[in-house]
């Protein structure tokens, strides 16, 4: 298809409307009805809405080639509509949460569960994910957290190539990829004080070192879409922004592909204050480099007379039709407007065995075991357990934008556990530890206690701020009823944000299970009788208390900076609680025990255009196979802008058999010691670089090396 050509035949309103992108029941209900009011409220008309670009969030391929068929037959032009719908981790088969899938530190995992969610999503009629997230967050209490992938930029950047790839493969018009829409750009994340939709106010230097690696990430691992976000950035909202969209991601990052804006976002920027009115919006969006619009109809219904008025160029317009015709050609639909839908396939593949088996590997590998005092875990086989808590017999482990996902398929706890022939006393789920006689009699004749406890799957997502990140309705009761009964206590957590668990510290287990899925109780079941070995590691940090946030390990030095342990008055403290993290960043316990020793570098000094090798000897000195996660930090001790007093740079996750050695080798280039200043330029200066590796960010040994060259180079 000739997409020049094609747009020369397009009149100016069928241009426009390539850029609108609508919710399906537009197409689906009788358009002369008023639906909900929301025709009349986006000022919209059958003309208008048989002549939209895309929709937003189909549920079946029946329902897309229903909705395909009926606006062909009614279009002029007869270019295909566009499905996209979010598939965030999961159609049906639902994977973890994506901070779950942070914590596997498993990017192959990722890029399979990103290939599972295409073949389930193109097959259903949906063409475009929006996904990945990729915004780092570092204040647990935004409650899209959840939806992130932590708060460190190297590995955000790692998952969100992963999942890319996943997601769109060699060529996203095959049925079995989809193309990929990276949100939401940027730095959304750093809302302020966690309160979802704030104002974002973070330094250039910030934004390019941490909040747009993972964006470009994605860009250069190809994306297809980048999403813009709510909130403002230099005090400009990011759908209309044109530092972020025109000089960072279009002449920077050379991205060639679709910007849409998020749901209502380019018409909100009138409740910025920002615009008077849509036509305003309209014309603030198509400057600055926005293609296509979600849910609004600032374009549809100004953009013709803005033309007209000579304020606006078709050109521009032009531009942004291309950039959606050009999507519409990568995914085939010019050949077949139905591509990939299949409804006997989707019969088929949708939340197949071999689907769920990934999604329980995957969920597996993301569980966080935090506390294990005296090895209480794995459970004993000949001891009695019993279950407690608001949790206890819980489906709901699908947690927030599951999509399609049915928490009513999922397993409970107590069917796993069963199936592994563990002793089990139940006790119907409970708000409050307050029981009957009869059931205190079967509680006090376990000899553990397992407490299911956390906070609701809408507790968190999008819109679910939260000032208070203690266990929602003081479940820390759980934890002192059972202690106070001299009952070993084993914790699972079930959450989308992070807790301050300080006051939970009496726990002798605490097992971190976030959402995990359509599978997460057989994994967790597997993680507790030991036959699979807890794995996953911290994506975030957990506070000792609220008001330490934000927090997070690649801090600053600062001018007084306080040694952890050492009373100084006059440095960086706090007098009423420590500053180190409750649980840091890359921490995370196995069953087994890995010594770390020989850590070496191949050299003393290098050049800019030379490159180096870190190894370390990792030792399993327990009975148990498993998995670490060996992390490599760096430290610039002397830039000119500051740098954090550590990180990370690389990391490996490496199974490691029982009573064996392995050697693990970091490669590192020169180019990899650089950041950027503020206006974006890549720093590379010379002086002495620290390496410190280990199994978290808090317990290492460390290596130096010297960059030579008196030269700062600007890449
Ligand atoms: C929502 C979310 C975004 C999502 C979009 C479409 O408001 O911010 O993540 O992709 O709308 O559902």
């Given at each position: 298809?000739?997409?020049?050509?094609?747009?020369?035949?397009?009149?100016?309103?069928?241009?426009?409307?390539?850029?609108?992108?609508?919710?399906?029941?537009?197409?689906?209900?009788?358009?002369?009805?008023?639906?909900?009011?929301?025709?009349?409220?986006?000022?919209?008309?059958?003309?208008?809405?048989?002549?939209?670009?895309?929709?937003?969030?189909?549920?079946?391929?029946?329902?897309?080639?229903?909705?395909?068929?009926?606006?062909?037959?009614?279009?002029?032009?007869?270019?295909?509509?566009?499905?996209?719908?979010?598939?965030?981790?999961?159609?049906?088969?639902?994977?973890?949460?994506?901070?779950?899938?942070?914590?596997?530190?498993?990017?192959?995992?990722?890029?399979?569960?990103?290939?599972?969610?295409?073949?389930?999503?193109?097959?259903?009629?949906?063409?475009?994910?929006?996904?990945?997230?990729?915004?780092?967050?570092?204040?647990?209490?935004?409650?899209?957290?959840?939806?992130?992938?932590?708060?460190?930029?190297?590995?955000?950047?790692?998952?969100?190539?992963?999942?890319?790839?996943?997601?769109?493969?060699?060529?996203?018009?095959?049925?079995?990829?989809?193309?990929?829409?990276?949100?939401?750009?940027?730095?959304?994340?750093?809302?302020?004080?966690?309160?979802?939709?704030?104002?974002?106010?973070?330094?250039?230097?910030?934004?390019?070192?941490?909040?747009?690696?993972?964006?470009?990430?994605?860009?250069?691992?190809?994306?297809?879409?980048?999403?813009?976000?709510?909130?403002?950035?230099?005090?400009?909202?990011?759908?209309?922004?044109?530092?972020?969209?025109?000089?960072?991601?279009?002449?920077?990052?050379?991205?060639?592909?679709?910007?849409?804006?998020?749901?209502?976002?380019?018409?909100?920027?009138?409740?910025?204050?920002?615009?008077?009115?849509?036509?305003?919006?309209?014309?603030?969006?198509?400057?600055?480099?926005?293609?296509?619009?979600?849910?609004?109809?600032?374009?549809?219904?100004?953009?013709?007379?803005?033309?007209?008025?000579?304020?606006?160029t078709e050109k521009l317009v032009d531009e942004a039709v291309l950039n959606v015709l050009k999507l519409k050609k990568d995914l085939g639909l010019f050949e077949d407007p139905f591509k990939g839908a299949n409804i006997e396939r989707q019969s088929k593949i949708i939340r197949c065995e071999q689907h769920l088996d990934v999604a329980q590997q995957l969920a597996e590998e993301s569980i966080v075991l935090l506390k294990n005092d005296e090895q209480v875990l794995p459970l004993n086989k000949t001891l009695n357990y019993v279950i407690l808590g608001p949790y206890a017999e819980t489906k709901k482990t699908n947690g927030a934008w599951a999509g399609h996902g049915d928490n009513s398929l999922n397993t409970t706890l107590s069917d796993a556990l069963i199936t592994k022939n563990m002793h089990l006393a139940f006790i119907k789920s409970s708000k409050k530890p307050i029981y009957t006689d009869e059931e205190m009699k079967k509680i006090k004749a376990a000899d553990q206690i397992i407490l299911a406890l956390g906070e609701d799957e809408y507790e968190s997502g999008e819109a679910h701020s939260k000032v208070d990140i203690q266990l929602p309705r003081q479940q820390e009761e759980f934890v002192d009823f059972s202690k106070s009964l001299n009952k070993k206590t084993i914790v699972l957590l079930y959450h989308g944000r992070p807790f301050v668990l300080t006051n939970m510290m009496k726990a002798d287990a605490i097992l971190d299970v976030f959402y995990l899925g359509s599978r997460a109780h057989q994994a967790i079941s597997n993680i507790l009788c030991g036959d699979v070995n807890p794995s996953g590691k911290l994506p975030v940090s957990y506070p000792r208390h609220g008001g330490l946030i934000p927090l997070y390990y690649n801090q600053f030095s600062t001018g007084r900076p306080h040694e952890k342990g050492v009373y100084s008055e006059y440095t960086s403290f706090y007098l009423d609680e420590e500053n180190e993290a409750l649980f840091p960043f890359g921490f995370g316990l196995s069953y087994a025990r890995f010594m770390y020793s020989n850590l070496k570098i191949s050299k003393q000094e290098i050049n800019v255009k030379d490159d180096f090798i870190i190894t370390v000897d990792v030792y399993n000195d327990s009975d148990m196979d498993g998995y670490d996660i060996v992390q490599c930090y760096v430290q610039d001790l002397v830039s000119y802008y500051a740098r954090p007093t550590k990180e990370l740079i690389r990391f490996e996750k490496v199974w490691i058999k029982a009573h064996t050695k392995v050697t693990i080798k970091f490669k590192i280039f020169a180019f990899d010691l650089g950041y950027y200043d503020p206006k974006g330029l890549r720093l590379l200066e010379p002086g002495e670089f620290k390496f410190m590796v280990g199994s978290s960010s808090e317990t290492f040994d460390s290596v130096s090396i010297k960059l030579l060259e008196d030269t700062h180079h600007a890449y």
């Open positions: 298809m000739d997409i020049k050509n094609l747009l020369k035949t397009l009149t100016l309103d069928e241009k426009i409307g390539q850029l609108m992108q609508l919710p399906p029941f537009f197409f689906i209900e009788d358009i002369d009805v008023e639906i909900f009011g929301q025709v009349k409220a986006l000022n919209l008309n059958k003309k208008k809405i048989f002549e939209a670009g895309s929709v937003l969030g189909n549920n079946n391929a029946e329902q897309m080639i229903e909705i395909q068929k009926k606006y062909l037959s009614q279009s002029r032009h007869k270019i295909p509509l566009m499905f996209m719908a979010d598939v965030v981790h999961g159609f049906k088969t639902t994977f973890p949460v994506p901070l779950a899938i942070a914590a596997s530190w498993q990017t192959s995992l990722a890029t399979k569960a990103a290939q599972i969610q295409a073949k389930e999503s193109r097959t259903s009629g949906i063409q475009v994910t929006f996904s990945p997230m990729v915004d780092i967050s570092r204040d647990p209490r935004w409650g899209r957290i959840v939806e992130s992938f932590g708060e460190d930029p190297y590995l955000a950047s790692k998952f969100s190539e992963a999942t890319v790839k996943g997601y769109q493969g060699d060529d996203v018009s095959s049925d079995d990829h989809v193309a990929s829409c990276v949100k939401h750009f940027a730095a959304y994340g750093a809302s302020e004080a966690g309160r979802d939709y704030n104002t974002v106010d973070v330094s250039h230097y910030a934004l390019h070192n941490i909040y747009l690696p993972s964006y470009k990430a994605a860009v250069d691992a190809g994306v297809k879409l980048v999403m813009t976000s709510f909130n403002t950035i230099d005090a400009i909202p990011a759908t209309v922004n044109k530092y972020l969209l025109k000089d960072i991601l279009k002449e920077q990052w050379k991205f060639n592909g679709v910007v849409i804006s998020d749901y209502d976002s380019l018409h909100q920027i009138v409740a910025h204050g920002v615009a008077k009115n849509d036509k305003e919006a309209a014309f603030r969006g198509i400057e600055a480099g926005l293609d296509i619009e979600m849910a609004s109809t600032c374009y549809t219904n100004n953009l013709k007379a803005l033309i007209n008025e000579n304020k606006v």
